[in-house]
């Protein structure tokens, strides 16, 4: 149930509280799981919750006048005075129904899109520091300087169009600059043979790292074809070649793997990678490999 169903489950709950106050405002047993559960709604439930992460100040006023009439409805059933009660915690309730409407369901889904955007901005960043020093390790070739620019294009323009409120647009490009930025890495790491022969302790290792690192590729290119599908939802056919080839080399590497052959399904997937690349190249994103 999402955070919208789970409002609207309390809103039919608080009506139902309000509807049968009256009837029940004698009877003393009642009135105290009442207080209760106005309490629950006032302090934990889905509306309390969406009030508390509201930035509604009208919506937060109305869980504290909530809050004031539900300790009235206490004070007056321990006097005695079971109706007085019952009208309080009707009140209580209604201003928490008041106080969930303010609060705006789509204003926190919005602050919580740009928590997640400003964390993936974050780690972007690490990605794109570790890079530019691998980089620069390996000599600062043409094409991680490529990629270092795209990488840092996309961070512009997503932060662009995050600060217009534009976040359902910003989220793209920030996942196309972080897997960017992660497949760079990994493509400059490979340069480093000893580095490689160091890291697998056999062709299974090294099957698995190839098969994470494919998978890592055609992730960008989903990333990357977002926006950029036609009416029909196709592949622009520059691209589609090199995605069909390696979507077949990497089925080819799958099935000698389970075949026991490894050292053959890390050859094929390696093609089939090199294929992604073309792809993403073609699709104007700038990698080394």
Same mark, same amino acid.
């Given at each position: 149930? @999402?955070?919208?169903?789970?409002?609207?489950?309390?809103?039919?709950?608080?009506?139902?509280? %309000?509807?049968?106050?009256?009837?029940?405002?004698?009877?003393?047993?009642?009135?105290?799981?009442?207080?209760?559960? $106005?309490?629950?709604?006032?302090?934990?439930?889905?509306?309390?919750?969406? *009030?508390?992460?509201? @930035?509604?100040?009208?919506?937060?006023?109305?869980?504290?006048?909530?809050? +004031? *009439?539900? =300790?009235?409805? $206490?004070?007056?059933?321990?006097? /005695?005075?079971?109706? !007085?009660?019952?009208?309080?915690?009707?009140?209580?309730?209604?201003?928490?129904?008041? /106080?969930?409407?303010?609060?705006?369901?789509?204003? $926190?889904?919005?602050?919580?899109?740009?928590?997640?955007? @400003?964390?993936?901005?974050?780690? %972007?960043?690490?990605?794109?520091?570790?890079?530019?020093?691998?980089?620069?390790?390996? !000599?600062?070739?043409?094409?991680?300087?490529?990629?270092?620019?795209?990488?840092?294009?996309?961070? %512009?323009?997503?932060?662009?169009?995050?600060?217009?409120?534009?976040?359902?647009?910003?989220?793209?490009?920030?996942?196309?600059?972080?897997?960017?930025? =992660?497949?760079?890495?990994?493509?400059?790491?490979? !340069?480093?043979?000893?580095?490689?022969?160091?890291?697998?302790? @056999?062709?299974?290792?090294?099957?698995?790292?190839?098969?994470?690192?494919?998978?890592?590729?055609? +992730?960008? *290119?989903?990333?990357?074809?977002?926006?950029?599908?036609?009416?029909?939802?196709?592949?622009?056919?520059?691209?589609?070649?090199?995605?069909?080839?390696?979507?077949?080399?990497?089925?080819?590497?799958?099935?000698?793997?389970?075949?026991?052959?490894?050292?053959?399904? $890390?050859?094929? +997937?390696?093609?089939?990678?090199?294929?992604?690349?073309?792809?993403?190249?073609?699709?104007?994103?700038? *990698?080394? !490999?």
């Amino acid at each position: 149930m @999402n955070t919208r169903q789970r409002l609207c489950c309390t809103l039919i709950l608080c009506g139902l509280l %309000v509807a049968t106050g009256a009837a029940r405002a004698q009877d003393r047993d009642q009135l105290e799981r009442r207080l209760g559960s $106005v309490a629950t709604l006032i302090e934990t439930s889905s509306a309390a919750r969406q *009030i508390e992460a509201s @930035n509604e100040a009208a919506a937060r006023g109305k869980r504290e006048s909530a809050r +004031l *009439i539900h =300790r009235e409805a $206490v004070a007056s059933l321990r006097a /005695g005075d079971a109706a !007085g009660a019952a009208r309080l915690l009707d009140q209580a309730t209604r201003e928490m129904v008041d /106080g969930a409407r303010l609060a705006r369901p789509d204003q $926190v889904h919005g602050e919580k899109a740009l928590r997640d955007f @400003n964390a993936r901005l974050d780690s %972007v960043r690490a990605l794109l520091g570790a890079q530019q020093r691998i980089a620069k390790e390996k !000599g600062g070739t043409r094409e991680a300087t490529d990629a270092t620019a795209s990488i840092e294009q996309q961070l %512009v323009q997503a932060q662009e169009l995050a600060a217009a409120g534009r976040l359902a647009e910003a989220r793209p490009l920030i996942d196309r600059a972080y897997l960017t930025a =992660r497949v760079s890495i990994e493509t400059l790491r490979r !340069g480093d043979t000893l580095v490689r022969s160091l890291n697998f302790a @056999n062709k299974r290792e090294e099957y698995d790292y190839e098969l994470d690192r494919n998978e890592t590729h055609r +992730l960008l *290119i989903t990333v990357l074809l977002a926006d950029r599908k036609d009416a029909a939802g196709a592949m622009p056919a520059g691209m589609q070649a090199f995605v069909d080839k390696a979507t077949a080399l990497r089925g080819d590497a799958e099935g000698q793997a389970r075949g026991g052959d490894h050292a053959a399904a $890390v050859r094929l +997937l390696e093609d089939s990678t090199r294929e992604l690349v073309r792809a993403i190249r073609s699709g104007g994103i700038y *990698i080394p !490999g």
